[in-house]
């Protein structure tokens, strides 16, 4: 029986005797093993874990269903599955992707390191990060379970454009759509922690300034969820009633209008594709300067730049309409918002750039993700700016152009953060370091993989081929098959991922409590591997050197 | 009450307001809609003629475009494809709705006007798109829309498209079959 009281009175603002919500779980819990200590747990590091897990099993399911998708355009024509299931496939690839893979691998690394970069025992609400965890598998297996009901799983794309998801829907979409209420729920649970946890949790002498760029990203993130979770859930219940009540919210017929779902959605959708990214800008952030040996260039532009980023996402969500037939003032001010939205992001791309100048630079693992991240997410960036030209967007819409874009952004991108992170902190969690020998093999195919996959997809584009299609015309042909080498060559190497995650968990070089050479931040004060309860008596950061 | 409590107040806060929020984009929408004309909706109710002068000195062509949602077996055709018309003016095009299926049913045009700033001034005198209508298996009924482009039409809208999109009126007919089903099931 391991005590599990973090020792209240002693933490910086709870000061009473029934102490925070931290306090409150810990004295009916007891040391279990076996599997119900992991459906009970209310540890940080426990529910981190399992939320990364989680989200790297959905990671390998939804890019399974990739592969399909690229098995069938290998070639024209259609060979290997039936256009229905193509668009299933699609839906489902997308969906799994942005709420099952890259939303809960970075509320898995919020888990584990926030509560250790703030100087906290724990998250503020342990018990309620158990349940929005667990609401997580319930909801995919719900949304999985869909592929088996009779008319098929969800067929409209992720983006589930009202009425082809409401009158032209298949009879599961009512499981769909209670899936997606579930990660919503499980999002907001969360982000309600993380909040907490930051503002109120931080140890003496932290103040906000000085906390690290990933725990600012991630409070700025919360907030954004805060925000427009229950729009995402107020567009998908209009849907349900649509569907099963009767109403026309999207159905011209009855008096609605399809274009009214298009702009809620985006009004989510938007602020949504930063969610996926703002994380991604923090753990770069802490990265680059570890393998710099420099300290992060311009650490206050970044917080300001991520802060505009966030409120500037709320001004530009008809960009993805440009061709829906809005007047021109609208086409105008939307064109001019996301064009203004890249200049707080190349803020940032100059910050690490300029970190990297002069730099003592070693190259391990994550910092090889790291810079792979930067210069390959600012290709994404580039080709956003060009479909933010509304006159060009005209052509490129719904193109494969579009595809080639968001997927620069969110695999080489938000993926890579991901990746880049857990090679970081995998020596803190584990005690061992990653095999370094395996890692480089890892990177090197996975960047190799993922030009390959995605770079022609924007030659496709341009020259006219659609998106969403399960066969195209003969022109495409040779674009599609190297897209189709390289998803596969991307998809395999991820076993290597998989084999150096097991393989370090089990053993390996071991890690101090410093493990990386440059390493400043408070995690790295802890032993490796961080033991089960972590500063439970908060550290005394007065004078500590941060960042 | 600690400070996270009072941190998870505010938050939750926020939360429903963004509830309140999302709830209160619809109405919003469709006021700002109403107002601005930006999704070619034209208006529901007849409008009365404005009578006064005729701009001679302008022509602008209003084409009309007719469709068949899915569900409905219904076709229906402009007399006129296109007509040529002076702002003030007003002028009657007659529609024929004709029921190709082999039992009645309802259905309902629903218009659309692009491009949207015209929908303002598009001025619908009579129209059938104001009610639904009934068709008999194999009934044709021609029926007229009257209408006028008001006078402050914008100088650069050289041609208004008047699109109409037949959709079957589903309550209707699920409330009718439901009641045949109980009468049925009764008898
Ligand atoms: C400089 C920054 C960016 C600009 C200017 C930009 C611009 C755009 C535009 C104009 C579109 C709509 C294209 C169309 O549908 O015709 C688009 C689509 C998209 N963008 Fe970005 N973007 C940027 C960054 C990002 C980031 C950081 C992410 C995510 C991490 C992202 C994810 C997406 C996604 C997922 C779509 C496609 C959604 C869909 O239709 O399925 N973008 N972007
Ligand atoms: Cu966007």
Same mark, same amino acid.
């Given at each position: 029986m391991a005590p599990k009281s973090p020792p209240?009175? &002693?933490?910086?603002?709870?000061?009473?005797?029934? *102490?925070?919500? /931290?306090a409150h779980h810990v004295e009916e819990h007891h040391y279990r093993s076996g599997p119900l200590r992991w459906l009970l747990t209310t540890n940080h590091k426990e529910i981190g874990s399992l939320y990364l897990i989680f989200s790297l099993s959905m990671f390998m399911i939804g890019g399974a269903m990739a592969l399909i998708i690229r098995l069938e355009l290998f070639q024209p024509g259609l060979q290997m599955v039936q256009p229905e299931f193509f668009n299933q496939m699609t839906t489902m690839h997308g969906l799994i992707m942005v709420f099952g893979a890259v939303m809960p691998g970075f509320v898995g690394l919020a888990n584990w390191m926030i509560p250790l970069q703030v100087g906290a025992p724990d998250m503020a609400l342990p018990r309620l990060n158990n349940f929005s965890f667990w609401l997580l598998p319930i909801a995919f297996t719900l949304l999985l379970s869909t592929l088996l009901m009779p *008319? *098929?799983?969800?067929?409209?794309?992720?983006t589930f454009y009202a009425p082809l998801s409401t009158t032209y829907a298949p009879p599961s979409t009512t499981f769909f759509i209670f899936a997606l209420h579930m990660a919503g729920i499980s999002s907001i649970l969360g982000a309600i922690n993380i909040i907490a946890t930051i503002?109120?949790?931080? /140890?003496? *002498?932290?103040?906000?300034m000085d906390m690290t760029l990933f725990v600012w990203t991630w409070l700025i993130t919360a907030f954004l969820l805060i925000a427009v979770m229950p729009v995402l859930a107020g567009v998908i219940t209009m849907m349900l009633l649509d569907i099963n009540f009767g109403t026309s919210f999207f159905n011209a017929a009855g008096g609605g209008d399809p274009v009214l779902f298009q702009h809620l959605f985006w009004f989510f959708g938007h602020p949504e594709v930063y969610i996926m990214i703002l994380p991604a800008f923090g753990i770069v952030s802490v990265i680059i300067p570890t393998f710099a040996r420099k300290r992060l260039f311009g650490y206050a532009s970044m917080v300001y730049a991520t802060a505009s980023i966030a409120i500037l996402s709320f001004l530009v969500w008809a960009h993805h309409m440009f061709a829906v037939g809005l007047p021109l003032v609208a086409e105008l001010f939307f064109m001019y918002t996301t064009m203004l939205i890249a200049v707080p992001t190349g803020v940032k791309v100059f910050n690490w750039i300029t970190t990297l100048f002069r730099g003592e630079i070693t190259f391990e693992t994550p910092m090889l993700f790291a810079l792979a991240f930067v210069v390959l997410f600012t290709i994404g960036g580039f080709s956003g700016l060009m479909l933010a030209i509304?006159?060009?967007?005209?052509?490129?819409?719904? &193109?494969?152009?579009?595809?080639?874009?968001f997927h620069y952004v969110l695999v080489p991108g938000a993926v890579f953060s991901i990746m880049a992170a857990v090679y970081y902190w995998l020596p803190k969690w584990t005690g061992h370091y990653p095999d370094e020998r395996l890692g480089r093999w890892h990177f090197w195919l996975s960047v190799i993989g993922v030009n390959l996959l995605f770079f022609p997809m924007h030659f496709a584009g341009l020259a006219g081929m659609p998106r969403r299609i399960p066969d195209y015309a003969l022109q495409f042909a040779d674009f599609n098959m190297a897209s189709s080498i390289g998803g596969f060559l991307f998809g395999f190497s991820q076993l290597l991922f998989i084999w150096v995650i097991v393989k370090c968990v089990r053993g390996g070089v071991k890690a101090p409590a410093s493990a990386w050479d440059g390493a400043t931040d408070l995690e790295w004060t802890v032993p490796s591997p961080a033991p089960l309860h972590t500063f439970e008596t908060p550290p005394d950061l007065r004078g500590f050197k941060f960042h | 009450m600690t400070p996270v409590? @009072? #941190?998870? #107040?505010?938050?939750?806060?926020?939360? %429903? %307001? %963004?509830?309140?929020f999302t709830i209160a984009l619809v109405p919003l929408y469709d006021v700002f809609c109403n107002i601005t004309g930006l999704n070619?909706?034209?208006?529901?109710?007849? @409008?009365?003629?404005?009578?006064? !002068?005729?701009? !001679?000195? @302008?022509?602008? #062509?209003v084409q009309f475009i007719t469709r068949t949602g899915s569900g409905l077996p219904w076709r229906l055709t402009a007399q006129d494809r296109q007509v040529r018309v002076h702002p003030g003016q007003a002028y009657e095009v007659r529609f024929a709705f004709v029921n190709h299926g082999k039992t009645a049913s309802r259905g309902r045009?629903?218009?659309?006007?692009?491009?949207?700033e015209a929908s303002l001034h598009l001025r619908k005198i009579t129209c059938f798109c104001f009610q639904e209508q009934r068709l008999e298996a194999g009934e044709r009924l021609e029926l007229p829309l009257m209408f006028q482009l008001s006078r402050d039409l914008p100088e650069n809208v050289h041609t208004v498209t008047l699109a109409y999109t037949l959709y079957p009126a589903a309550e209707e007919q699920l409330t009718s079959n439901v009641i045949a089903l109980t009468q049925g099931g009764g008898a």
């Open positions: 209240k009175a &002693t933490l910086e603002h709870s000061q009473s005797a029934s *102490g925070s919500a /931290a *008319g *098929g799983g969800p067929n409209f794309g992720w503002l109120n949790l931080r /140890a003496p *002498g932290m103040r906000l509304a006159p060009a967007d005209f052509q490129y819409h719904d &193109t494969y152009f579009v595809v080639a874009h | 409590q @009072r #941190t998870v #107040t505010k938050t939750l806060f926020a939360l %429903m %307001m %963004m509830v309140g070619g909706k034209s208006a529901s109710q007849p @409008r009365a003629i404005v009578s006064g !002068e005729v701009d !001679e000195s @302008r022509y602008v #062509t045009a629903v218009p659309s006007v692009s491009p949207s």
